[in-house]
C-alpha cells in the first residue's frame, strides 16, 4: 500500500502564494507520473498540473505561467508553488501518482486525501 500525504494548504489573499506538498510512503519502488488535481464547490474534478519521472511537465491553461510543479524523486513528493493566486484557485486540491511497486511491472493510482485553498478578494 502506498500513501499521499498533502500539506501547504491554507487561507490567502489575492495575489498572494501557497506552497502544497504531497509526500508519498510505502511499497514502491518508482513513482511515474505525479499530478495535482483540484475540485471547487459545485464543480468537478479538474487537472492542474502533471510531472513525470524525468521533469516534463504540462499544466492547465488556467494556471501556465501562475503555478509550477516540480517533484523530489529522492524523497517521492511533488511540489507545487502556487503564486499571483485569485478567488477562482478557491478548492480542495488532491495530489495523484502513479505507483509501481516493487517486483512489478504494473503502476497503480493512489490519491491523496485533499488539502483546501481558499483565496479571498
Known amino acids: 500500500q502506498v500513501q499521499l500525504v498533502e500539506s501547504g494548504g491554507g487561507l490567502v489573499q489575492a495575489g498572494g502564494s501557497l506552497r502544497l506538498s504531497c509526500a508519498a510512503s510505502g511499497n514502491i519502488f518508482r513513482i511515474n507520473a505525479m499530478r495535482w488535481h483540484r475540485q471547487a464547490p459545485g464543480k468537478q474534478r479538474e487537472l492542474v498540473a502533471s510531472?513525470?519521472?524525468?521533469?516534463?511537465?504540462n499544466y492547465a491553461d488556467s494556471v501556465k505561467g501562475r503555478f509550477t510543479i516540480s517533484r523530489d524523486n529522492a524523497k517521492n513528493t511533488v511540489y507545487l508553488q502556487m503564486n499571483s493566486l485569485k478567488p477562482e484557485d478557491t478548492a480542495v486540491y488532491y495530489c495523484?501518482?502513479?505507483?509501481?511497486?516493487?517486483?512489478?511491472?504494473?503502476?497503480?493510482?493512489?490519491w491523496g486525501q485533499g488539502t483546501q485553498v481558499t483565496v479571498s478578494s
Open positions: 495523484n501518482a502513479d505507483v509501481r511497486p516493487p517486483y512489478s511491472r504494473l503502476s497503480e493510482d493512489y
Open positions: 510531472i513525470i519521472y524525468g521533469g516534463s511537465t
